[in-house]
């Protein structure tokens, strides 16, 4: 008999964390040109606009 039939339901004793895209957050949208542009991109390599670093 396998074990899965006969077992009691699991408890969770913490909750699942929501998935998570690191590629996601790892672009922003250039005021400029509305391209993507990595987050420490000083410049966009779009339009050459000059881009600010915000600490989060």
Same mark, same amino acid.
């Not at 006969?6 to 895209?21: K, V």
């Not at 949208?29 to 993507?36: E, F, I, K, L, M």
């Given at each position: ?32 040109? /509305? ?5 420490? /991109? ?15």
């Amino acid at each position: 008999m396998s074990r899965t039939r006969n077992a009691r339901p699991r408890i969770r004793l913490f909750r699942r964390r929501p998935a998570d895209d690191l590629l996601e957050r790892s672009f922003r949208t250039c005021p400029g040109c /509305a391209n993507d542009v990595h987050v420490f /991109a000083e410049v966009c390599r779009h339009c050459g606009g000059e881009l600010e670093l915000f600490a989060s």
